[in-house]
């Protein structure tokens, strides 16, 4: 018999309510002792007091049972919501323990829903991921996988996987016969598509794993080109210390704004230049390292000034990364006169989108924070099923490999061989949604959850 299990379920502090969850086959009779309440049906919410030892109402409470195997865990679960707060979430947690219920381990509740075949590895994974999402387009693409769509395709690939699988065995049989050339053609064809389709998962989930992370972006220049001033336009609030004077931000100065359902760490960094004074030469490493680390740059520049060593310094920064990062020029100060020669920008940085204004242009920062919008909508796009395991990740590069290898064996018919590198991408293919067997590694899986899930 497992033990039943109990924890909260609601973040700590004051709020509305509060949800103590317990899983196990004593949970409504634990309910039933702290209610003194016998008549819970199932999937029925129920009104009632919660008792301590000294059988003094603690709170009024609302109780959901739901019934195995009808629950998340497939096992008798209750929730009961009480009043928000520290105090009484915790003390009906102790009473709990008091009449028999063990404290829940980090992730257990999903752990048992995974055990009991109510949600496969990848859906428990989707679960993880939703909770920790920094943005809505992952929290959708992570519910999509909840409703079962990497299951789905694991699934049909390894029917595809098992029927091709069938004919070769049925060949080898029969190996006196002459093998139909558009047969194999059939084959070849159907397994190069599924080769594709997992490179298409494994480049879409490298390149969109940010969307659960979040983004990072970076404001770069030399000094008093207007950076400080951009990142308090963009906030909306004087964050940052504004004056004429060179090197007043002295180390990078980093916030936090949801952008169109992305969150986006942005890093003001201490101006690029030549410095003697140790303090400022640290920080300027910082800034350099922090365009290196981001997702998106801002280089802003001053119009109003001629061009010089330092500008020359930070284009030859930016050349270098303008092919693997998003980069985005800001020609600054658009209400003074024009001195900055930007032909060489258009020269060193072909390509690379560009935009005139000043930090005082309401305008001009909402054409910033549209074309980072739509950056971020882009990498969202192109496909439905995300991995963000590394497991999950390395199953495909598996997959692909014995996939290739089992081509290769179809174009010379050597079929025991093509067969075995088949049972090889069905065992790499299956690791999508179910990798282990041993319980020690459920516990490392599920350790990451939060208490209560």
Known sequence: MKDTIVAISTPMGVGAISVVRLSGNKALEIVKKLTKHQDFKDRYATLC??????NEILDEVIVLFFANPRSYTCEDVCEIQCHG?????????????????RLARSGEFTKR???????????????????SAQSLQASKMMSKQLKGSLNDFVEESREE???????????????????????????????E??????????EFSKMRNKLLEGYTLSIIGKPNVGKSSLLNAILMQDRAIV?????TTRDTIEETINLEGNLVKIIDTAGIRESEDRVESIGIQRSIEAMR?????????????????????????????????FLLIIYNKSDLPRVLDIEIFQERLEGVKTLSMHTKDTQGVLQIKEILSQKMLENSKDGEILLCAEFQLQAIRDSITALQAAKSMLETLELELFSYHIKEVITFISQLTKPYDIDEMFDKMFGEFCLGK
């Open 193 to 202: 598509k599924l080769e594709k389709k997992l490179g298409e998962i494994l």
């Open 293 to 325: 680390q981001s997702d998106f740059i801002l280089a802003v520049f001053d119009l109003s000034r001629a061009l010089d060593e330092e500008d020359l310094q930070i284009l030859e920064y930016l050349a270098t990364l303008s092919q693997e990062k």
């Open 113 to 131: 829903a995974f055990l009991n075949g109510r949600l496969d590895f990848s859906q428990a994974q989707a679960i993880s991921q939703i909770i």
């Open 243 to 247: 004056s004429d004077f060179a090197g």
């Open 85 to 101: 707060g520290v105090i009484l979430a915790k003390e009906i947690l102790r009473l709990c323990l008091f009449f028999g219920a």
């Open 161 to 191: 996987l098992l029927r091709a699988l069938a004919f070769s065995e049925v060949m080898i049989d029969y190996s006196d016969e002459d093998i139909p050339e558009d047969t194999t053609q059939n084959l070849f064809q159907n397994l």
């Open 49 to 54: 007091h919660v008792y301590d030892e000294k």
